[in-house]
């Protein structure tokens, strides 16, 4: 019983951001030729030049049919180029939410 007390606690914890984080990303490149990929990681930015660390975050895409993401694990999402265009990819942790953008080449 403890224990699951515990995690419910832990759990809890996670549902507002951190004082003073900012959500950012480490972007591959902004920029991929169609049928190529790169990567974007999100993490708690505190501005005081750290280093980054994985945060849980679900992840979308706007428009769709641009790109495709893939998780690679520790919060990194592969972005597959599967047409040519424009697109935001949105991060969500701890209610916060995050855009960066992406161009696909031909």
Known sequence: MKLIFAFLLAVGCGDSPPEGAVLDFVVGSPTVPVGQTTSV???????????????????????????????????????????????LVTATASGVSAKTGFTVVP
């Open 41 to 87: 990681f999100a993490y708690w930015n505190y501005g005081k030049g750290e280093s980054p660390v994985a945060i849980g975050a679900s992840w979308s895409t706007s428009p769709s049919g641009i790109v495709m993401l893939s998780d690679l694990g520790g919060n990194y999402q592969k972005v597959t180029a599967i047409a040519a265009g424009q697109v």
